[in-house]
């Protein structure tokens, strides 16, 4: 059974920091990018950042140099770091799968196949 389960989000203030994991079984891991995506209430759902095998990463501009992802392939795991949080950083936060094996870089939806069901990130004084 396939299963990504994101954990770590909460209540926080503004200038706060949270780290997020997603924990990630019954699938190739280790092969494949994983990716973080937000959805604001209302709002589509937009890419924040990327891991692939090789450790290469990408951000969305919104959250570059704030936010950082990495990995733990002996653990199947994948952390999102989130520094100096801002009132628009609330979202629900999923992390997902790459669809292809060995891929470099992917920002859209339809380019993983695998979710898990978010962690809630609200960011308020």
């Known amino acids: 059974q396939v299963q990504l389960v994101e954990s770590g989000g909460g209540l926080v203030q503004p200038g706060g920091s949270l780290r997020l994991s997603c924990a990630a079984s019954?699938?190739?891991?280790?092969?494949?990018?994983m990716g973080w995506f937000r959805q604001a209430d209302g709002k589509e759902r937009e890419f924040v950042a990327l891991?692939?095998?090789?450790?290469?990463?990408a951000y969305a501009d919104s959250v570059k140099g704030r936010f950082t992802i990495s990995r733990d392939n002996a653990e199947n795991t994948v952390f999102l770091q989130m520094n100096s949080l801002k009132l628009e950083d609330t979202a629900v936060y999923s992390c997902?799968?790459?669809?292809?094996?060995?891929?470099?870089?992917?920002?859209?939806?339809?380019?993983?196949?695998?979710w898990g069901q978010g962690t809630r990130v609200t960011v308020s004084s």
């Open positions: 997902a799968r790459a669809r292809g094996v060995y891929t470099i870089a992917a920002t859209r939806t339809y380019e993983y196949d695998y």
């Open positions: 891991i692939n095998w090789s450790g290469g990463t």
């Open positions: 019954g699938l190739s891991f280790s092969s494949y990018a």
